[in-house]
């Protein structure tokens, strides 16, 4: 069975340092994957997703960045964290193949920039 | 344009008894699915149920049904004989053809025992 790993499920960031949030997904190949943004009580919005290993469609231009350096792996990525940057993060992936197949979501990460 | 409308930001229902949540999405495209996803206060997110555009019937998942009016561009989820567990958020979702999904803005559901 096809499974998602997120991680860290919290993290505690100062203004201006880096920020490396990791997803992996098991028990599947070539999926698609997605990096969504929920701030507190509101809906989700699409940051980044990926179709295939090095290739990065972005949503909402801002200083985040994603990489997907293996198959099934998904990086969410900054070099200097802004206060705007804090919200919940999740990692999602789907198959491509029809209309159909729906996303899977990770935990989440909880990130607070201070 | 992909569009997805939830216009209730909360709702609350009496334990036992049926509520419906509202969503209604603009799309061009002929084929495209509708999801319907939980999110308790934990933060996951759990899948609920979906509805294909060539469906003929609506779907339905033990308490959860989709009364799903293409013509009216609605997919409203309906939840019967809600528990306290149903107290969440839940996100109307669409997939046109490609690899985007677009989400409603929620709806947040509180159970009243």
């Known amino acids: 069975s096809q499974t998602i790993h997120q991680w860290p499920a919290t993290l505690v960031q100062p203004v201006g340092s880096p920020l490396s949030l990791e997803c992996t997904v098991e028990g599947t190949s070539n999926p698609n994957l997605y990096w969504y943004r929920q701030a507190a009580g509101r809906g989700l919005q699409l940051l980044f997703y990926?179709?295939?290993?090095?290739?990065i469609s972005s949503e909402v231009p801002q200083n985040l960045s994603a990489s997907r350096p293996q198959d099934r792996q998904f990086i969410l990525s900054s070099k200097k964290l802004l206060l705007s940057d804090s919200g919940f993060y999740l990692c999602?992936?789907?198959?491509?193949?029809?209309?159909?197949?729906?996303?899977?979501f990770g935990s989440g990460t909880q990130l607070s920039v201070l | 344009a992909q569009k997805i409308t939830q216009t209730q930001p909360g709702m609350f229902v009496q334990e036992k008894e049926a509520v419906t949540l509202d969503c209604t999405y603009d799309t061009s495209d002929p084929s495209y699915g509708l999801f319907w996803y939980k999110q308790p206060s934990s933060g996951e997110m759990i899948f609920l149920i979906y509805q294909g555009s060539y469906d003929q019937q609506n779907a339905t998942e033990g308490r959860y049904s989709l009364n799903f009016q293409k013509a009216r561009k609605s997919a409203n989820l309906v939840i019967s004989a809600s528990q306290l567990g149903d107290s969440a958020m839940y996100f109307c979702a669409m997939r046109p053809t490609g690899n985007q999904f677009y989400f409603g803005t929620g709806t947040s559901l509180t159970v009243i025992p």
């Open positions: 999602a992936w789907s198959l491509g193949r029809t209309v159909g197949e729906k996303l899977f």
């Open positions: 990926s179709v295939g290993i090095g290739q």
